[in-house]
């Protein structure tokens, strides 16, 4: 995911992710049509945590500032031309499930920090990307049914 501000999550402290990622390896099977699916589910759960303007622990956003707010036509969020989410992106490569966006300004969003001339504005950290508890449960879920479904076992 070159050039992209995204997600990478080490599953090797899950033993039973790991269990099945050695069956898949194993037995040769190709994870794609376990991690395009999945990696498009997680593109969802991080537009509606954005909706919701929560990060994925739940807690809100920062609000935006009162001078800023009077500026925008939009009083939402990371949502003000729909670019930023929109060009959310995941991507597949062997067993690596990568999600992000090419936008550059979507770092500063996702971290916070300085900008405008001599850093004159600060923007708090509005962190959309990253895994939600309910996200790991539904990646688990989502491990089982795959297993059970192409006979790997558990």
Known sequence: MSGMVGVHIDIQGDKEVLKVLQL???AGTDPGPFLR????QLLRTTRERAADEVDPE?????PLSEEYAKRKVR??????????L?????????FD????TNEVYAAIHQFGGETGPAGTSSIPAREYLGLSADDILMIQEEWEDFATRRGLGR
């Open 24 to 26: 898949l390896m194993a």
């Open 97 to 100: 499930l990568s999600l992000g």
């Open 58 to 62: 739940g807690k809100a956003w920062e």
């Open 37 to 40: 699916p999945l990696g498009t």
């Open 75 to 84: 009083p939402t969020m990371l949502r003000e031309k729909g670019i930023l």
């Open 86 to 94: 929109g060009g959310l992106t995941r991507e597949v490569e062997g």
